[in-house]
């Protein structure tokens, strides 16, 4: 069956983060409509920030805080308070500056020493809350994923063990380059997702853009190219820098 991702370009990051917040803003409002909630797994790194921010700065009765569960697609091995965090980045920029309960925060408890037993109380998480049929996988409304230069999303880096997971929820992924371990929700817990939003911007995305978008490299090297939801939607917001070097541009 052909497979086609949404690909949305725009100008500039303020851009991509504006049309990002209008999206989240969208299917959150259509969750809650339809199933009384909204469950979101949150990216990592430098670029979600700018979104984070927007929304924690847009007025918080546009959004029902308290139906929206908020959960990570991956984790670094360290505790919540230490820069690296995914959560203390998200928990700054985002949850501390908006009136969602507490309760409904699940971070990934990325201080225990013992990677894989991070991973599996994160697994058992996810269970206790989506209560998935045997065999079957959580199913996010939103998942929103960043990538890196060398093509890895979440913490599924090129050529690493995680990338052949097919029944866990969540690992723990070494990641050579960075000689370390960083927890992951798997590609089957990704492909998933109801939605998988894309947020890349910046001229150093560009090569491994294209290469993800229209290369033909195996997705073992460029890991965002195994992101491609069973029966959700795929949505690529890229900015101009990113996109710069792809043949087929959107008008
Ligand atoms: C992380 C993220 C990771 C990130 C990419 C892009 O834990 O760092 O999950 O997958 O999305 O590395 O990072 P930037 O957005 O900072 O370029």
Redesign the pocket.
């Known amino acids: 069956m052909a497979f086609h991702p949404q690909l949305r370009l725009v100008d500039a990051p303020a851009a991509l983060f504006q049309e990002a917040a209008d999206e989240f803003t969208r299917r959150a409002l259509a969750a809650v409509e339809r199933n009384r909630r909204f469950t979101v797994a949150l990216?990592?790194?430098?670029?979600?920030k700018g979104l984070y921010s927007l929304l924690a700065t847009s007025d918080p009765s546009r959004l029902p805080w308290d139906r929206m569960f908020f959960f990570w697609?991956?984790e670094?091995h360290v505790p919540p308070d230490d820069p690296q965090s995914?959560y203390r980045m998200a928990f700054e920029a985002l949850l501390s500056k908006v009136p969602v309960p507490a309760t409904n925060i699940f971070r990934i408890a990325a201080e225990n020493p013992d990677a894989k037993r991070a991973a599996e109380n994160y697994e058992q998480t996810l269970r206790n809350f989506f209560h998935p049929a045997p065999g079957q996988f959580p199913v996010f409304d939103l998942i929103l994923?960043?990538?890196?230069g060398d093509g890895?999303?979440?913490?599924l880096f090129p050529e690493s063990m995680a990338l052949a997971e097919k029944i866990r929820f969540v690992v723990a992924n070494r990641v050579e380059q960075f000689k370390t371990e960083r927890l992951t929700l798997t590609l089957p817990v990704l492909n998933h997702g109801a939605m998988v939003l894309f947020l890349v911007s910046g001229p150093d995305k560009a090569p491994a853009l294209r290469e993800v978008l229209e290369g033909n490299q195996p997705g073992e090297r460029y890991p965002s190219k195994l992101i491609r939801p069973s029966q959700g939607e795929l949505m690529w917001l890229v900015d101009q820098a990113a996109a710069a070097d792809l043949a087929k541009r959107p008008r």
């Open positions: 990216s990592g790194g430098s670029t979600p697609g991956d670094r995914n994923l960043g990538m890196g890895h999303t979440a913490s």
